[in-house]
């Protein structure tokens, strides 16, 4: 190998570690400054009408902003329900929605209204597993999950009315104005207790929850 070729290696070596090393800068001060927000704000990350899953008064609080229409919130729900399997007595999970694709907001009040008819985890868990057949980013196919919803044991005219209701964008509109707050701009965002995740991956939720746990164990 020549000096010339050991040069340009060289060069793009420098070149690719000064990217990695500004991206990383640049997604702590990210995380920084959103840390910050959410501080300043810990009272939009749960709401009343907030969905809640495990014990109300478990010390540990995962809130996630969620999007039904987001391929990796549906990746992440087993993991994320394994994960409270864990810890049946100490965590809770709040979700709250990000309704960022197209259709994610009807699909959403859908699953608002099978919480009023007691089938909420039921309905999320069978309009996630048929996910792949109505979410399409570009031209989705809300009725599907609507049908899949009824399938699930759904009231689907109950259901119709209760969507067509001012409370439902309402409730909507406060989860959308608290992710806008809170400079949540992408599914699924967590935060542990207030924390938001060093990095993204399930590796780290597991990591944040169980140090989070332990703080209350001890």
């Keep these: 190998m ?3 070729k050991i040069t340009l ?5 420098a070149v690719c570690l ?3 090393l500004g991206m990383n800068a640049y997604q702590k001060r990210e995380q920084a400054a959103q840390d910050l927000q959410v501080k300043a704000q810990q009272a939009r990350l749960v709401r009343m009408h907030s969905p809640v899953f495990g014990p109300q008064d478990a010390p540990v609080t995962i809130v996630e902003f969620f999007d039904p229409a987001c391929e990796t919130c549906r990746a992440f729900y087993p993991f994320v329900k394994h994960l409270m399997a864990q810890y049946p007595d100490d965590v809770r999970l709040v979700i709250r929605y990000a309704p960022f694709h197209r259709g994610s907001d009807q699909v959403v009040k859908l699953l608002e209204s ?3 008819q007691g089938k909420y985890q039921t309905v999320l868990e069978a309009v996630l597993a048929a996910q792949p057949a109505w979410a399409d980013h570009g031209q ?12 699930a044991g759904l009231d ?3 259901a119709r009315q209760e969507i067509a209701q001012p409370g439902m964008q309402a409730l909507l509109q406060q989860d959308i104005d608290d992710l806008t707050a809170l400079q949540v ?3 699924p965002t967590f935060f542990v207790n207030g924390r938001s995740l060093p990095s993204f991956g399930p590796d780290q939720l597991a990591a944040l929850v169980a140090e989070e746990v332990a703080k209350v164990r001890k």
């Design 2 to 4: 020549n000096a010339r």
């Design 9 to 13: 290696i060289g060069f793009a070596a």
């Design 18 to 20: 000064f990217f990695y």
């Design 114 to 116: 099978a919480r009023s």
């Design 140 to 151: 989705p196919d809300t009725e599907t999950a609507f049908k899949v919803a009824q399938q």
């Design 156 to 158: 689907l005219v109950k």
């Design 185 to 187: 701009t992408k599914t």
